[in-house]
């Protein structure tokens, strides 16, 4: 009878060439082949004798990013829903609440509506009105103070970015009671540290159409003596629920629609316009320390293009009639989808810029502010840049900026992509122009030639929204201080 052959499993031929590679005898046309370089006698090879050391380490400091992550916070959104925050604390369990706000806010309906809503539920609570607009770190440490001895076990802010961005680091601090106030700070004005655990819950209820805060995990506030705009950036510090409730921002007046639409303007387009997530240097070697601002991602995309389109289309009609309730609705829809955006794309340029400029005000005062002190609202300050910050960031991306421009209503059919920055800097000032009451330039704040050395040297550490910025060196030396320079010198005016 016929043997029958079996044919070699993969295993066995694997095992077969090693066996013949290692006895000399392969058929392998490179290793049985006597010239090959492998078989070369040691005296013509250059590399005999010479051990294989083990691979030079890995420099992590210069490995780009592979991967992005999205954290937003839950968001209700529809006219009247305020009413239900009782029943919110209710359900997370909460006994005890600091209500945060300001003075201003604590005489509207919005906080009318919490504390009915608190104690219908029987929920024990306290309120802090303290709450500066555009906070400083002083500020900050009061309200800390006040929530530390009663221990509250959640958190409520009724108000706009500055009130929520107080709740958060109030949450922080009392949830961190030893913490040193710079442990938190981004780096390098602070020592940048991760938040480790979870905090306590906080619900947000925005009174303004702007910061997105209440979906995002950054708070901001002036360090006093550093004389520049910081923060702290993490995914722990994001609201639990953010309550959009559109009735809230009807009684805004003209002027903070206006610079409050402003900021979701600059969130937008800086958000669609950031460096891709993954030329982001450095990678994480832990994932606990990726950035909440990664850099521009397909997600992220969605949101900021998405607010842009509402922003241009309804901004111009809120700031005209404060009662189009659709026009209102829109951008406090428009604020939560560029805080969704920005919230893990980031920002750059106008944003990084702006700190300084609200810090070191020479004294200019908004009209429609009615507040007791010199004061450039945060929208202000981000959007008198962006003109000139557009035109130096179109080389790097000319398709997203003509994108951008045509959201404005340019026909961007015949443009040259050379033209991008300039195209979309020359819609934006129009825009900024038509909306009315903007300051055309920091001349317009008060600003100076002379004053431009310290706004550049603000600027300079404000390296979490830097490194995302498209064209910019970011090495923190002369050139970088040049560009900067450069930037001020062509906002001073538009």
């Known amino acids: 009878m016929a043997a029958i052959r079996i044919a070699p499993s993969r295993a066995q031929r694997a095992v077969g060439l090693l066996r013949a590679i290692n006895s ?42 592979y991967a992005f992550e999205m954290a937003a916070s839950s968001i209700r959104f529809g006219p009247g829903c305020t009413k239900e925050v009782g029943m919110d604390m209710t359900n997370l369990g909460a006994k005890k609440v600091i209500v945060v706000t300001d003075e201003t806010v604590q005489k509207l309906d919005a906080m009318k509506q919490t504390i009915e809503g608190l104690e219908t539920e029987g929920i024990a609570y306290e309120i802090f009105s303290k709450v500066r607009v555009e ?21 409520l802010a009724v108000g706009g970015g500055s009130v929520i961005d107080t709740a958060k680091l109030m949450n922080l601090y009392t949830s961190f009671p030893e913490a040193d106030f710079l442990d938190f700070v981004n780096a390098p004005l602070g020592k940048g540290m991760p938040i480790t655990s979870k905090l306590k ?22 360090l ?37 639409g402003l900021d979701v303007l600059c969130h937008s387009l800086e958000s669609w316009t950031a460096i891709p997530y993954h030329e982001r240097v450095p990678r994480p070697t832990n994932p606990i320390n990726r950035p909440a601002y990664q850099g521009a991602n397909p997600i992220s995309d969605i949101f900021s293009l998405q607010a842009l389109r509402s922003t241009v289309k309804y901004l111009p009609r809120a700031v005209a ?56 609202p945060h929208g202000v300050s981000v959007a008198v840049t962006a003109p000139a910050v557009f035109k130096f960031t179109g080389a790097s991306n000319p398709e997203r900026h003509l994108a951008a421009a045509e959201v404005f209503g340019v026909d961007i059919s015949q443009v040259k992509r050379e033209s991008a920055g300039e195209v979309l800097s020359e819609a934006l000032a129009e825009f900024l ?24 040297e603000g600027t300079m550490p404000q390296a979490r929204v830097l490194m995302l910025a498209p064209n910019l060196d970011t090495g923190g030396g002369e050139v970088e201080r040049e560009q900067l320079t450069g930037l001020f010198e062509e906002a001073m005016e538009y």
């Not at 819950?201 to 002036?222: C, K, M, N, W, Y």
């Not at 910081?230 to 206006?258: E, F, W």
């Not at 810090?359 to 908004?366: A, D, E, L, V």
Request: charged content about 15%; overall charge neutral; some cysteine.
């Open 224 to 260: 006093v003596d550093k004389k520049a705009k910081t923060g702290i950036a993490h995914r722990n510090l994001k609201p639990t629920l953010g309550i959009c409730d559109p009735y809230n921002t009807r009684t805004m007046p003209s002027a903070v629609h206006a610079s409050s």
């Open 201 to 222: 819950p906080l619900i947000a209820i925005p009174t303004t159409a702007g910061t997105g805060s209440e979906t995002t995990g950054t708070a901001i506030f002036d």
């Open 135 to 155: 906070p400083k770190d002083y500020s900050i440490k009061e309200a800390i103070a006040f929530a530390k001895p009663y221990m509250p076990d959640a958190f």
């Open 24 to 65: 000399g005898s392969s058929a392998c046309p490179c290793h049985s082949n006597p010239q090959h370089h492998h078989n070369t006698p040691s005296t013509l090879n250059p590399f005999a004798g010479h051990k294989r050391s083990l691979a030079t380490p890995v420099d992590h400091s210069q490995q780009k990013e």
């Open 433 to 456: 122009v038509k909306l009315g009451d903007q300051p055309r330039g920091l001349k317009a704040l008060g600003f100076e030639k002379g004053h431009i050395a310290t706004l550049v």
């Open 321 to 376: 009639d404060p009662d189009d309730f659709e026009a209102q609705s829109e951008m406090l829809l428009a604020a939560t989808l560029a805080g969704v955006g920005f919230g893990n794309a980031g920002v750059h340029l106008c944003h990084g810029m702006s700190y300084p400029i609200s810090s070191q005000n020479p004294g200019y005062r908004h009209a429609g502010y009615q507040v007791g002190y010199p004061v450039i």
